[in-house]
């Protein structure tokens, strides 16, 4: 949980510098072309591994020297995954991060309509708390937690990971999604009321169209938040109900061999969703909506 | 208030077609002093639901944690809930005495060194974005974006299998390359060199965001200040120093931040490196500390004393850095 980023999500380079490419007369140099080409590979390298790895056969994938380029492959590794309970942590992180989400956005929404749309006696000091609230370690706040779910009988239960989560989810949530109202123009709201509109139908009307991208951009970033952690799921779920990290950290035991086919099967079938939805955002984030509600 | 204020707000009012209802939602940042009764309950209203969730789950744990810290909680008053013995600085007096020097020496250098060196190639890298040409950059922005996308988890299951003391990629190549007999190698006994790769899977997945973000920033800076530049015989160095580093200050001291507060509290990594064989007491940085204090020893209270006293080093180098970044950006 320790990746979250205070500033917002709005900073999305790859977007930003998309518009940005077509200036032109920039310098460029065949040696930084190679380097550029030769870095990429390097960096990919390891994804590239973890990819091979997982659909090779299993006579190939220990042998002196490595074999870079397998020929045979093989879905086997990705049936014993499913053998050894991938599905039931599986459905343990998709349930745990489907509810996290969904409590964090309709508080974080409304919350964040408060702090963006509202001036009120206290708001600086809320802003200050939400950043504040960001900082705090996780494991101070694990071992209270831990205690408080023990006492209240939900320890090593997926209630006890939801309650959990929130805590780092929520402030994040509610900062990301400031960003996102207060970029829509209070003119746009202020039109709809001009024509008639209430209140209450004109956020449902016109605000919410324009923050649906960022609803979603929001809601993936704590999907990915809540999916991706480990710590608080390795103190707070016992082994029947693990979540993906907790059941693929079960497989590096010193006491026996390490199933590498199979953990790096495991490993893409953890990693798929994140990528597709990271992919996702990477498009979804750029404020072209909001510019063109204002221009148009 | 009202009184004095009511005719002088009236021109915007009609502008904005208002009837009276319209007045509490004002747009922020432009304060208009209009705060009606009507205004006055819904902020509240909306924002009370997530406050009541926050105190619970984080304000009241928090005062909590700092009250067992000063308490002897251990397994025995978590299963009984037997009876509680107020120890006063006890605890901390046992956390600075025992690993308090050695784990603040590991956490400091060990942060120092991701970085540095995440910093450090993030901005090479952004640098040599700028100069490779449009294909190359694309790839290498694309290949960023994946790793950037892949979980802390699965980087280090990664780095695991690369490392293998019997079938990993990284001892053949070593080994290939006659940098010694690396065949069976076991990274994970010596705790230099089990940080070290922890370093690795770190920096990896942090230097894309590093590396994307500053690139983005270049793109904003005109080519002309280089160009002019150039002409007047600046160099490759000349021309960092004078135009690239100055201008994007705001930006490098922004993530340098940020970088350190998620240096500082690296855990996924070394836990599973510690798992595969590491020796947790010669490895761990606070967080970890903390953590194995409490849930694989049971002394939840020294382990709360041992998050108090990282959380108290960790808001005054964050205040430190801020307070920094808040000068140079007004100086700016």
Known sequence: MSAIVPVGVNADPVNRTATRWGRGRRRTSRAASIAAIAIALVWLFPVYWMIISAFKNEVDLETTPP?????????????????????????????????????????????????????????????????????????????????????????????????????????????????????????????????????????????????????????????????????????????????????????????????????????????????????????????????????? | MSAVEGPLRATPRRRFGGSARHDDLTPSGTPRGSRRLVATWVPYALVSPSMLVLLLIIGFPLIFALVISFQDFNAFQLVSGGPIQWVGFQNYQRAISTDLLPVLVRTVLFTVANVGLTMGIGFALALLMRRAGKWPRILLSVSLVVVWAIPQVTATEIFQWLFDYAFGVVNWVLTQIHLGGFQYHDWWSNPVSLLGIATLIVVWGAVPFVALTLFAGLLQIPDDLYEAARVDGAGFWSQLRAITVPLLLPILLLLTTLSVLWDSRVFTQIYFLQQQGGIPSDTNLFGLWAYETSFAGQEYGKGAAISMLSAAILLIVTAVAVRQMVKSAATA
């Open chain 1, 67 to 296: 074999q870079f380029f397998p020929t045979r492959f093989t879905l086997s590794e990705f049936t014993s995954a499913f053998h050894d309970g991938f599905l039931s942590a599986l459905w343990v992180s998709i349930l745990v991060s489907l509810t996290v989400v969904a409590f964090s956005m309709v508080l974080a929404l409304f919350a964040s309509l408060a702090v963006a749309r509202f001036r009120f006696r206290g708001r600086a000091f809320l802003l200050v708390l939400l950043l504040v609230f960001q900082m705090v370690p996780f494991e101070a706040l694990l071992i209270p937690i831990f205690i408080e779910l023990n006492k209240a009988g939900l320890v090593f239960t997926i209630p006890a990971l939801i309650i959990a989560y929130i805590a780092p989810t929520l402030p994040f949530t509610i900062w990301t999604l400031r960003g996102f109202v207060a970029g829509v123009p209070t003119e746009i709201e202020e039109a709809a009321w001009t024509d008639g509109c209430s209140r209450t139908a004109a956020f449902w009307k016109v605000l919410f169209p324009l923050i649906a991208p960022g609803l979603v951009a929001t809601s993936i970033f704590a999907y990915i938040l809540a999916w991706n952690e480990f710590a608080y799921a390795n103190v707070l779920t016992n082994n029947a109900d693990a979540t993906l990290p907790v059941w693929l950290e079960a497989f590096i035991n010193p006491s026996r061999p390490i199933p590498w086919g199979e953990l790096m099967a495991g490993s893409v079938l953890f990693t798929i969703p994140v990528m597709v939805f990271f992919l996702i955002i990477q498009r979804r984030l750029s404020a072209g909506m909001t510019a063109g509600a204002v221009k148009g």
